[in-house]
């Protein structure tokens, strides 16, 4: 958004908005490792369950719906970084 401001003359230079950025308030995790572990694995078994449900769209990317049974795309699933 600074960016964009920028771009469009909303501040007149980076010194500007030097001061926008400041920390009200920081936030913690309060979940216990263990449950947060849980849910994440719940999550990721959902996600694998929603494989190749979809199917293509006529006259549409014929690729729609296949990604996820890309083994590649699974695999990066699984390790919690898709």
């Known amino acids: 958004a600074v960016a964009a401001g920028l771009a469009v003359g ?11 950025a400041r920390m009200d308030r920081r936030f913690a995790p309060a979940m216990a490792p263990e449950r947060r572990a849980a ?5 990721h078994k959902a996600v694998e369950r929603s494989f ?5 769209i006529s006259g549409g990317d014929s690729s ?16 919690g970084s898709a």
Not at 39 to 43: I, P, V
Not at 52 to 56: D, I, Q, R, S, V
């Open 64 to 79: 729609y719906g296949t990604e996820m049974n890309n083994p590649a795309v699974t695999q990066r699933v699984h390790q």
């Open 39 to 43: 849910l994440a694995a719940a999550w």
């Open 52 to 56: 190749g449900w979809a199917e293509p």
């Open 10 to 20: 909303v501040w007149p230079g980076t010194e500007a908005v030097r001061g926008l």
